[in-house]
Each structure stands twice: as structure tokens, then as C-alpha cells.
């Protein structure tokens, strides 16, 4: 029995020294490596800028009337003459979608807060989100809505249907860049650049810059200003060094 619990100390001693010292080997293994693989990491940026090639509009209808059912009524003739509108401005059923509807009374404005407060109408709202890619006939679709009764008017979203080839665009230029920047510290390091040992994305971003037009500004000809868009795209990639 004794000479069973001196072996099963020294194998307990032997263990605790073998975790203890495992944290340092594997240190000491990383660092070997290291050095053995010298590398440098560069991150690159790429952009491309284009004109937005699609437009998307918050537009709606808000009605109010003594009874629910009149502002619902009044309302409702009023949205549909919008959707014939669009369907004329060649705005297809797949790029029009109901955003917000909703029904609320409107209340007497009182200073007693001791008295229930009066109902003395409803608000009727309902809104629709459509996107047009007939950029040139933005101005006239906004000057139509407003001119058969649309009184709400949120924004403006301007973007591309399909930014895939720009955002690669953007990717390829952030591989040049971080290639240039690579070749540059090198040069200055007195080394020469070997394999691509690592690339991976940072990200990359397709900004969607809204503009508010509020219904007192607007003008029988609405200017609208689309501008350009700027996509980006960034890249890490590590080198070898030899």
C-alpha cells in the first residue's frame, strides 16, 4: 500500500509539471514559427463611384374625418388613384409595398386632466413603399403623387439593382492597394515580398443615402439630384517575407 501511494505522488507530481510547463512549450513553439515564416499584414481599401441606377419612395395618403369610417373611405378612394397612377407610370405590382397603415383618434386638446379626454375625430394613414428604375422620370412620378393627393412623402432611397459587379470592382482595387502598400513597406524593410499566405474580407458597404422632401417645398417640377454613390470594399491580406 505505501509503495502504491508513492507511485500514484510522483504521477501526480509528474502531471502538475507537465501542465505547468505547457503554457511556455506552446509559447515557445509559436515563436519558432514565427520566425521561421516571417510576414507582413496590410489591409487594403478599394471604391468605385456610380450614378444609382434605381429609386425607392415612401409614399402615402393621411385623411381625417369626424368618423372612422369616412377617414377610412376617403382614404381608400384617395390610395387607389395613386395606384392607378403608378400603374400608368409603368411601376410594376412587385415594386409597390404597403409600409404603415394604421387608424387613430384624434382627441380635444384640454388643460383638466381630471376629465377624460374628448374624441372628436380619426386620422387615417397608410403608406406604400415603390421603387422605380426610370431615373429620368423620377421628378415627374413625385409632381403626379402629389398632384392626385399623396400628402405624405418620407424620402428618397437611391441605390443599384444589382451592385455585384461594382462591389467587385471595389474588391479588386483593395487587393491592388494592399499589394502596393505591402511592396512599399517592404521595399523600405530591405526584404522582398513572397506568397499570399492569408486574404480575407474586412467588409464591405453599398451606402444608401436618403433625402427628405417635405410636401410645402415641392413644386409642380421636382427637381431631383441622384448624384453618385460610393461602394467600398476592404481587404486583409498577409504576405511572406523573404
Given amino acids: 500500500m505505501k509503495f502504491l501511494s508513492t507511485v500514484t505522488a ?6 502538475a509539471a507537465t501542465f505547468y510547463f505547457a503554457p511556455s512549450l506552446l509559447n515557445t513553439c509559436v515563436a519558432e514559427e514565427a520566425a521561421l515564416t516571417r510576414s507582413i499584414s496590410v489591409s487594403g481599401l478599394g471604391e468605385v463611384s ?19 369610417s369616412a377617414a377610412l373611405a376617403d382614404n381608400t378612394q384617395k390610395m387607389q388613384a395613386i395606384f392607378e397612377a403608378m400603374a400608368s407610370l409603368g411601376i410594376v ?3 409597390i409595398q404597403t409600409s404603415n397603415f394604421s387608424v387613430n383618434p384624434r382627441y380635444a386638446r384640454s388643460n383638466d386632466r381630471q376629465t377624460p379626454p374628448e374624441v372628436i375625430g380619426y386620422q387615417v394613414s397608410n403608406t406604400v413603399r415603390m421603387t422605380t428604375t426610370d431615373m429620368d422620370a423620377l421628378g415627374t412620378v413625385l409632381d403626379r403623387l402629389v398632384t392626385i393627393g399623396a400628402n405624405q412623402i418620407n424620402g428618397i432611397q437611391f441605390g443599384f439593382r444589382d451592385p455585384t459587379t461594382l ?12 499589394r502596393a502598400k505591402a511592396e512599399l513597406f517592404a521595399k523600405a524593410a530591405g526584404v522582398n515580398l513572397g506568397d499570399v ?11 444608401m443615402p436618403i433625402m427628405r422632401a417635405e410636401m410645402a417645398m415641392m413644386d409642380s417640377a421636382v427637381p431631383i439630384a441622384s448624384g453618385q454613390q460610393t461602394i467600398t470594399a476592404q481587404i486583409n491580406v498577409t504576405y511572406a517575407l523573404k
Fill in 93 to 95: 405590382d412587385e415594386n
Fill in 197 to 207: 499566405l492569408v486574404i480575407q474580407e474586412g467588409g464591405a458597404s453599398v451606402p
Fill in 10 to 15: 510522483s504521477a501526480l507530481l509528474t502531471l
Fill in 167 to 178: 462591389q467587385n470592382q471595389a474588391r479588386e482595387k483593395a487587393v491592388t492597394d494592399a
Fill in 50 to 68: 456610380a450614378k444609382p441606377d434605381q429609386a425607392s419612395i415612401t409614399v402615402g395618403v393621411t385623411t381625417q374625418a369626424k368618423e372612422a
